[in-house]
């Protein structure tokens, strides 16, 4: 079967890099991409698509994407359902990054560029600690994981 995504837009806002309880690297972030028409209006309409990078992506996206970045991301769509803090039901569908590309040079000395920025870097939770909401996406499967461990 095949799940692919392929996404070229701009970041609408810092990629959110937070680690896990077993201390790995996830990134949220939501990419506005332009449709390829336009609407009744002769305008074009802009779709923001959320995202989430897991392990050594996530931490190069968190640390040289911002706002405003143009950015090449290729994934698969997953969708997840969960119960938010007032008990109702909720879908959330996302692209997991599986490869990204930085669409822009490097602009000097200006807000927006893609070098390094500023800042302390996340660090890891302490052991038994959970940083994150009950609406996180599952752990990634570890990097040794094999198709021939499906059971179909």
């Given at each position: 079967?095949i ?57 190069l ?37 599986e ?8 602009r ?33 499967p ?11």
């Amino acid at each position: 079967m095949i799940n692919t995504i392929v996404l070229v837009g701009r970041l609408t806002a810092d990629p959110d890099v937070r680690y896990t309880q077993s201390g790995i690297a996830v990134a949220r972030l939501s990419v506005a991409v332009d449709r390829n028409f336009k609407n009744a209006q002769g305008e074009k309409e802009t779709d923001f698509i959320n995202a989430v990078a897991w392990r050594k992506a996530a931490e190069l996206i968190g640390q040289y994407a911002s706002k405003g970045n143009m950015i090449g991301l290729r994934g698969s769509l997953q969708v997840r359902k969960y119960t938010d803090k007032d008990g109702n039901n909720r879908t959330a569908y996302e692209v997991v990054v599986e490869d990204f590309q930085f669409l822009e040079p490097k602009r000097d000395g200006s807000a927006g560029g893609s070098g390094p920025r500023p800042g302390p870097k996340p660090t890891p939770p302490p052991p038994g600690a959970s940083p994150y909401q009950d609406n996180m996406p599952p752990e990634p499967p570890p990097d040794n994981f094999m198709d021939d461990d499906l059971p179909f």
